[in-house]
């Protein structure tokens, strides 16, 4: 069980520097969706998150660093550390990897796994934004969330974010009680507004 200690959420009204945080990146599909869908994206800075190593030399082509921002080939995690990262082998991009093995959909298999690197995704945050960004969100993190999230509450980071875009996995990753995951995304949607299913056509 995952404890939350609420800090109340305030942005100001003057927003700086524009900000797509795109945490679980795979091969960058969503990277390629923002900059062709999102309203004026060429003025974001574009922020990555991608644990698998596989796919570095395919995100290192979207050149994300010449907006300003920066990719990581890391795992977004509650704190700095290595962990087991379940691989989908029966899909070329790996997609629906998890840090779960317990996870029932994505052809996990708790023996097929490679060791990621994880960064603190929720200090990251506090420790590089203002308030008075404007920062989008997309995470796509197969069940992570329900750990990120409760980090990110407890030290304010969602404070920072302005819209939210995601994909919860509740009934993928059935470890979770569903009323604490349904109390987390009401809290969580207290501070962003409503969780929006990503959809670049609609945004």
């Not at 997309?138 to 980090?151: A, I, Q, Y």
């Not at 009934?171 to 949607?189: A, G, N």
Request: include cysteine; charge should be neutral.
């Amino acid at each position: 069980m995952c404890w939350i200690v609420y800090i109340g959420c305030t942005k100001g009204e003057t927003k700086m520097n524009k900000i797509f945080l795109d945490v679980g990146a795979n091969v960058g599909q969503s990277i390629d969706s923002f900059r062709r869908f999102y309203p004026n994206s060429s003025e974001y800075k574009i922020y990555a998150w991608e644990p698998d190593m596989k796919h570095e030399k395919l995100l290192m082509s979207k050149n994300i660093e010449d907006t300003g921002g920066k990719l990581f080939m890391k795992a977004a995690w509650i704190n700095d550390d290595n962990r087991k990262l379940y691989v989908n082998t029966n899909h070329p991009t790996r997609t629906g990897s998890s840090m779960y093995h317990e996870k029932i959909t994505g052809g996990i298999n708790k023996n097929m796994f490679i060791e990621v690197e994880c960064m603190d995704f929720a200090r990251f945050i506090v420790d590089n934004f203002s308030k008075d960004d404007h920062i989008v969100m997309k995470f796509n993190t197969e069940g992570s969330e329900f750990e990120v999230f409760p980090r990110m509450l407890s030290v304010g980071a969602f404070e920072y974010i302005n819209k939210l875009f995601g994909e919860w996995h509740h009934s993928k990753v059935p470890i979770f009680d569903k009323k604490w995951t349904d109390k987390l995304l009401s809290d969580v949607e207290k501070c962003t507004g409503k969780l929006h299913k990503w959809d670049p056509y609609h945004m």
